[in-house]
């Protein structure tokens, strides 16, 4: 597969993805056509025909899901699976692919953070974002988008990302 980058999903860096540009890019998980619906559907359930970003990384996870022999479903959205299998090079060439060792780092810094029962919450979190310097309305974005479940808490993995 040819290794493509973000702006070739979403070339306009809009807050949308067009369906047909997600589903060019979802293609080379190299899923099934009747999978693939299935996972649009759970991702896109209003039909509104493109997906946001978040709806965007439900595929992604949906995708890793069926890849790892699961049935997709929003239950096991927190499961803690490998990312999908959609092209390494891809991955590598955006600038929000994580390394492993910058992820052993970011677990790291979490486990320093003194968890309770796998999660930080967002008043502990608070000063390490503030630290990077980042407009706070960047920050209420990264947040919005690593608290995947909305509780006001991150998991490891929400952290990570």
Do not use: C, H
């Not at 589903?23 to 080379?28: E, G, T």
């Not at 960047?138 to 608290?147: A, C, F, G, H, V």
Request: charged share 25%.
């Amino acid at each position: 597969m040819d290794s493509i980058t973000i702006q070739e999903i979403n070339p306009n860096n809009s807050d949308f993805i067009k369906a047909m540009d997600a589903a060019n890019f979802l293609r080379k998980s190299g899923l099934n056509q009747m999978t693939l619906k299935i996972i649009w559907d759970l991702s896109d359930p209003n039909g509104l025909g493109y997906l946001d970003r978040k709806s965007f990384f439900v595929s992604l996870k949906l995708i890793a899901m069926v890849q790892n022999g699961r049935e997709p479903n929003y239950s096991d959205l927190n499961a803690v699976l490998p990312p999908p299998r959609i092209n390494d090079d891809y991955f590598k060439s955006i600038d929000w692919y994580i390394s492993p060792e910058n992820a052993q780092k970011f677990a790291a810094v979490f486990n320093s953070m003194g968890p309770s029962e796998g999660k930080l919450a967002g008043t502990k979190v608070k000063p390490y974002l503030m630290s990077s310097k980042l407009p706070v309305e960047t920050l209420t974005k990264i947040w919005d988008l690593s608290d995947i479940d909305q509780d006001g808490f991150l998991n490891l993995k929400e952290f990570i990302v």
